[in-house]
């Protein structure tokens, strides 16, 4: 018994100091490399007139790595929403009309992108977290 609590409480010892930094390297990287993925793609559907709003949409990876956010931000810039960013929305969803201004259609670049590689985003994730276990499982052998 006490041979299976030592066992554990190293195994325990290993997973806390070890696995945690592995697995959110690996995250990191593929959340990068996914978000980067997204970008690519929903530039090419971007509508463009000017190309103002193609180049206000930006990739805006959080404090700790592990998220990003793509797309049409104010905050950090301000001078590429003045110039398109702010026409973000009405291309993404599209405009109603009224009397005197006709509607414009939605011509969404984010969502599809996202639709067409959230599969591909979740195998890598998993192939990263297998990866990482792995690395960890083969820690100090």
Not at 5 to 22: A, F, M, Q, V, Y
Request: glycine share 10%; proline share 3%; hydrophobic share 35%.
């Amino acid at each position: 018994m006490a041979s299976r609590l030592d066992g554990r409480s190293k195994l325990r010892i290993k997973l806390s100091t070890i696995l945690p930094k592995e697995i959110k390297k690996e995250l990191q990287t593929v959340i990068r490399e996914s978000a980067d993925m997204v970008y690519v793609e929903a530039q090419r559907n971007v509508p463009e007139d000017k190309g103002d709003l193609k180049r206000a949409m930006k990739v805006h990876h959080k404090g700790d790595k592990l998220g990003a956010t793509i797309g049409w931000r104010k905050k950090g810039n301000i001078r590429g929403w003045r110039r398109g960013g702010w026409r973000s929305h009405f291309a993404e969803f599209g405009t109603r009309g009224n009397g005197k201004i006709t509607a414009q259609k939605a011509q969404p670049s984010l969502g599809p992108a996202y639709t067409k590689l959230q599969r591909r985003i979740m195998r890598n994730i998993n192939r990263a977290v297998d990866k990482a276990l792995k690395k960890a499982g083969s820690y100090g052998n």
